[in-house]
């Protein structure tokens, strides 16, 4: 997707190997008329997988979710948490998130009531790296008897590898903007 | 707003008497039919204020602010962050939010160079109760040299007192859903 190619140019910060920050379109501030682009694109791409709900999870993943649900005919998003907060007091789903950047272990969960059999998902987020978050959402629908059509990712490092093995698991994997290497801060695009 | 409120007595449970649980619809399941009815109500009462930037906290204002964004002819969203994440390299405002629900205290963040002098600013979030997290977006604002020009929240527990106390300090605050009380479970509205 050249838009948001151009504007990880533009805007994109390279830091050591690892680390792309976009925080001044979207995980920090959020610039919705992109989003808005971005969504179009995945209803493009997974328009026809008669998915019937949008699965994320907190916090960076939720912008990007609801706007393309909106552009989905506004399905139902549902956002994993990697919190256990005192308001959820329903059984839910659970699934590892290994985090490489932060060097932690969460847990996403899910309501079970908010995951059904027989639900078409599709997965969006911001990032797709080393597939941690991806496999750990996609594991929650399969937990719920659910079906994953689709992971969208916006922007996937493809050098940490989780789009390969998610690939290799079966998913659809769509990312509108690949990285393949950060050096000294320079961007290369595949 | 009526539609919310019917929404809240169809689907919303309380708990106790402080809590009330929205998750079908608002914070962990999202509706984003219904948040854009919302987000046309914020435009209905904020409209006029020359808004130049929404700021809301993750996680789920996150929605709220960007379907607003959307309606306030896509303004740049800002969401201030409750950890501190390893990409957040940048000098950065502060302000100390208390949880009462959680017993918890955080330090919610926004990189300097998404605030600015002159700034005007609609927070808006899902829940206004005690006021706590209203007065730590506000306080952020303040040191940036901006202006608050509104508070918007979805749903408001009058009985925590966050509306009045913020209201005293000359805040105006909309809130679309206004809740008295919650008594074993029974949800009375203003």
């Not at 629908?141 to 059509?149: D, N, T």
Request: net charge positive; with cysteine.
């Amino acid at each position: 997707m050249q838009l948001l190619k151009d504007r990880i140019i533009q805007d994109g910060v390279g830091i050591g190997t690892e680390i792309l920050k976009v925080d001044s379109f979207l995980n920090h501030q959020i610039d919705v008329e992109l989003l808005d682009q971005i969504a179009q694109e995945f209803k493009r791409l997974f328009g026809d997988q008669n998915v019937n709900k949008i699965l994320t999870i907190e916090a960076s993943g939720i912008a990007i979710a609801c706007i393309t649900a909106m552009h989905f005919g506004n399905l139902p998003v549902v956002f994993a948490k990697k919190t256990s907060p005192n308001t959820m007091t329903d059984e839910f789903y659970g699934a590892e998130v290994k985090s490489f950047t932060k060097g932690t272990v969460s847990i996403a969960r899910v309501a079970k009531k908010y995951l059904q059999k027989g639900d078409r998902v599709l997965i969006v987020d911001d990032f797709l790296a080393h597939g941690e978050a991806a496999f750990g959402m996609a594991d929650l629908v399969r937990q719920a008897g659910g079906k994953v059509v689709g992971i969208g990712a916006v922007i996937e490092k493809q050098f940490q590898g989780g789009a390969k093995k998610l690939r290799k698991e079966s998913y659809r994997v769509e990312s509108l903007a690949v990285i393949k290497s950060i050096k000294d801060g320079n961007i290369e695009f595949l």
